[in-house]
């Protein structure tokens, strides 16, 4: 099977800072159900992780721009890739290897310089960062992954990148802290840094899952600049991996767009290391399904963070599709509204213009009957009913501006068609992303 499955998002800088909104998750452990918790940390919370995130003025100076995650034995490891045909240099590294190597202990990112469209000199800089990485680790070049975000175009200063890799090797730790770093370090145009970790019982053990990804621009199903990186302790089969990767990011990180745009870079990986002891998952049984649903709280969570922050934005945009007549319908339907130019304006401007909404709906491709429709706005200000019997309901103007006006707005379309259901993610469409994008390589 191939590895490339998405579509994507950029490589970038951030202007008005972004406020870590209701749906950026707590601390605390949380309950996800009976068999699951949340617990703080990221990619280092599972069993046998350590990372780091240093400078290395890559291409800024004064900020952490590289990032190391290793595992102290080897993992299985799965991953998916843009569908851009662009593809950068790190991605075609990437893939050879997940689809080649018996198994992956590394991975290597900087932030600034995508190293894309830098042709066979990007790519033996990727060999040459992993060969880096493989003499201070003293592990073989061919486990070690790349990933780079940032301006198209430039060649890697590897001077820089070198040395970034040493003083990564140095400063590994498996404290949370390590790996706030790391999620630190490959941000570009990100306001906040993004992770996750739960935890669940398979075979009478736990096992954790945690996560980082970086993602704020040029983000559009299947993927975007969007880098994510998932790391798991728990003992399971490689082609079990894949599947439940590329299986769940359909509905996750496919499900998110900022400004339509694809990039050359998208890259997410999951690496499993077996530390936690559990009996080897070999088959689709209990504990199988139980590391499905951990996988997808984890990137589902990355994805909405990643949605939330695009570049410019104040609110997190959901569109959840219920009652389409298929799946697909659903998916199609959520993504159009949450990609319409014009609604994320509406949004932006707290206007309740729900003809925007209906109309996306409408040039979706998607079959339905526009008179049946329902169209909800909600948020943690109440809900609020817009659009009914092919008309406008009869609902308050200044109702629906307070429930817009809140950091996370979810507009709800109910088709009327089935029992089919889909949520996508996106954000606003304000001032400050074009101001971001106009200067984006200074």
Known sequence: ?????????????KGKAFQKKSYEKRDSRERRGENMERIKGGVTA?????AAGVEANVKYKNRKDMAM???GVPCRAAGVFTSNVVKAAPVVWDRELIDNSPYIQAVVVNSGIANACT?????????ETAQ?????????ENTVLVASTGVIGMQLPMDKITAGVEKLAVSLSDIPEAGTLAAEAIMTTDTISKQVAVQFEAGGKTVTVGGMSKGSGMIHPNMCTMLGFVTTDIAISKELLQEALREDVVDTFNMISVDGDTSTNDTLVVLANGCAENPEITEKNE?????????????????KMMAGDGEGA???????VIHAATKEDARTLAKSVICSSLTKAAIFGHDANWGRILCALGYSGAKFEPEAVELYFESEAGRILIYKDGQA??????????ILSCPAVTVVADMKMGEAQATAWGCDLTYDYVKINADYRS
């Open 1 to 13: 099977m191939s590895s490339e499955t998405f579509k994507p998002g950029k490589a970038g800088h």
């Open 46 to 50: 599972a069993k046998g992780f350590q």
């Open 69 to 71: 995650i290793v595992s």
């Open 119 to 127: 042709g066979r000199q990007g790519y033996a800089y990727c060999q």
């Open 132 to 140: 880096a990485a493989a003499s201070a680790l003293h592990i073989p």
């Open 287 to 303: 504990d199988y399904e139980n590391f499905v649903k951990a996988l997808h709280e984890v990137n589902e969570t990355l994805a």
């Open 314 to 320: 104040t609110a997190l945009f959901e569109t959840r």
């Open 393 to 402: 309901a009869d609902y308050s103007e200044e109702e629906a501006t307070k």
